[in-house]
Each structure stands twice: as structure tokens, then as C-alpha cells.
Nanobody, 125 residues
């Protein structure tokens, strides 16, 4: 059974930073790719950052509205993924989810098969 656990959410002022983590267990770590999603109250869930199973920078994709502010990466141990969020804005307030799959993972692509429980990010002054 594949399990994803997010952490790192919280409250921050506009312009601040947070780093979300997603720990994955239950399968070969080298085979996963990852997409971070978010869902704000009253809005649809949206994919914001994706990374391929090789964890390379070249495999990353971003939604336009987070490009240059958010960075997705894979840890050296390859069982944890991160979303570094800088210059946060009030409109970034949402529940953030990591989602993994064994196929290609990219923003706007097929919905991944495994999901975490979500972590809340609140950006407010």
C-alpha cells in the first residue's frame, strides 16, 4: 500500500516562505513521480508543480502563477519530495496535496493515482 504524508503547512505573512514535504512509502522510491496540487475554498483543485521519476530539474513543470516563486524537488533519499514556496501571496491560501504515480507527472497531465491527506497553507497579514 502506497502512503503519502504531507507536512510543513502553516500560517505566514505575504512575502514569506514555507517548505512543504511529502514522504512516500510502500513501493520502490525510484519509480515515483510527483505532482503538488492545491485547492482553495470554493475553487477547483489545481495542479501547480510536477516532477518526473528521475527527480531532475528538466522534468519539472509549473503553473504559470507559481513559476519563479515555487520549486519542486526530490530529496537525496528519494522517498521525500518538497515544495519550496517563496514570496507567498494571499491567493496562495489553500489546502496543498501531494500526489504520486508511476507514470509521467506534469501540470495539466493525468491525475496521479495516490494522494496525501493535505496540509493547510494560510497567507495572511
Amino acid at each position: 500500500q502506497v502512503e503519502l504524508v504531507e507536512s510543513g503547512g502553516g500560517s505566514v505573512q505575504p512575502g514569506g516562505s514555507l517548505k512543504l514535504s511529502c514522504a512516500v512509502s510502500g513501493y520502490s522510491y525510484n519509480d515515483y513521480c510527483m505532482v503538488w496540487f492545491r485547492q482553495a475554498p470554493g475553487k477547483e483543485r489545481e495542479g501547480i508543480a510536477g516532477i518526473g521519476s528521475d527527480g531532475s530539474d528538466e522534468s519539472t513543470t509549473y503553473a504559470d502563477y507559481v513559476k519563479g516563486r515555487f520549486t519542486i524537488s526530490q530529496g537525496a533519499a528519494r522517498n521525500t519530495w518538497y515544495l519550496q514556496m517563496n514570496n507567498l501571496k494571499t491567493e496562495d491560501t489553500a489546502t496543498y496535496y501531494c500526489a504520486a504515480d508511476l507514470n509521467r507527472c506534469y501540470v495539466g497531465g493525468p491525475e496521479p493515482g495516490w494522494w496525501g491527506q493535505g496540509t493547510q497553507v494560510t497567507v495572511s497579514s
